[in-house]
């Protein structure tokens, strides 16, 4: 997915700082906790890579991607795949609502590729609950489903609105392609508020990517939350926001981020702690120093990163074309 604050093109940047820091080889099975996970590309390659991964975050349409990934295995049926992608479209709540033949005057997709996800999005939910497939297998194709209606949305890369016009990718037939599933240990995933769930887990190394600035996921994926949970919520405005109050982060608020994140450090009981965030963020390079620096031995690393598409597609007045990634690491003196 074209996913805000992706690590995907940092990925080798990542490890190779981890790997410097911590010593830890490909291989070692080590507890890898990746808790602010988006769509779980740093915690599908840790476990690729032998670790047995903690995944977490508070969107559901995020928790789905890392069930899959993170303790999908080899008892996953896909022998459905060609049914589920044979289905006639329904006029479900996709089409309902996002779609602009229901008389919604929502444009997120076409009326045809809206039908179709809820055809799918409603067979996926019936196989489960008549236990044909068990929930790994439930999950895998409700991650694809994800995955592959975005392919197909008619946005900007995020949600906070459609385009007026249907562009040529959102015009494609929707298909159920299938995730890959990722070889290495069965880690466990939650859906919690990070600083609760911190003071429950322990591990090696803790990842976190924060959002940066007071743009909310919530907000961003609100379709891709409502087609994951497919709870029929009240939707409200031109875009069709759903309710999302609990969902917000601290992380995106300068009154409340920092003493959030002195919380997270503090509780965290893992040797080595690793920050991504970049130099256009809430909370400063020497902020996270020194919140850092109170737990531990501190430093960092930096590299320039290309700036997310969408900030192009939406007209935003950035002049910049890269940002400056850091990656801050901390080893923790835990007492």
């Known amino acids: 997915m074209n996913y805000i604050g992706s690590k995907y093109s940092l990925l080798d940047f990542l490890h190779q700082t981890i790997s410097k820091i911590t010593g830890y080889k490909d291989g070692d099975n080590i507890v890898f906790a990746d808790l602010l996970a988006g769509t779980g590309v740093v915690g599908a390659y840790y476990r690729n890579l032998g670790c047995t991964v903690l995944a977490n975050d508070i969107q559901y349409y995020s928790y789905v991607m890392n069930k899959h990934y993170i303790e999908g295995d080899d008892s996953i049926d896909t022998s459905y795949l060609e049914e589920l992608n044979s289905l006639e479209g329904i006029e479900g709540f996709v089409y309902k ?15 045809e590729n809206g039908k179709k996800c809820d055809a799918i999005r409603v067979r996926i939910e019936q196989l489960y609950k008549e236990s044909k497939i068990n929930e790994k297998t439930y999950f ?32 494609k037939p929707l298909v159920l392609e299938p995730l890959d599933i990722i070889d290495g240990p ?3 995933t939650f859906n919690e508020d990070i600083n609760e769930l911190i003071k429950n887990i322990k591990g090696d190394v803790l990842y976190l990517d924060p959002p940066y600035n007071a743009r909310q996921y919530c907000s961003n994926y609100h379709v891709l939350e409502t087609i994951a949970k497919y709870d029929n919520p009240v939707l409200s405005g031109v875009t069709g926001m759903r309710e999302a109050k609990e969902q917000k982060s601290e992380f995106c608020s300068k009154r409340t981020v920092e003493k959030a994140f002195d919380y997270l450090i503090k509780n965290a009981n893992f040797k080595y702690i690793f920050l991504s965030y970049n130099n256009e963020g809430l909370m400063s390079l ?4 020194n919140i850092m620096s109170k737990y531990g031995k501190y430093s960092y690393k930096i ?16 002049t910049a074309s890269a940002t400056v990634e850091y990656i801050h690491c901390l080893v923790k003196n835990n007492k």
């Open 186 to 188: 069965v880690g466990e």
């Open 140 to 171: 895998f194709y409700l991650a694809s489903l994800i995955n592959s209606i975005d392919k197909v949305a008619n946005t900007a890369s995020v949600y906070g609105a459609f385009l007026k016009h249907i562009k040529a990718s959102a015009a």
């Open 286 to 289: 020497h902020t996270i120093k």
């Open 303 to 318: 590299k320039e990163h290309r700036r997310f598409k969408a900030d192009k597609d939406e007209n935003r007045n950035i």
């Open 97 to 111: 609502n996002y779609c602009l033949g229901s008389g919604s005057n929502r444009m997120y997709f076409t009326d």
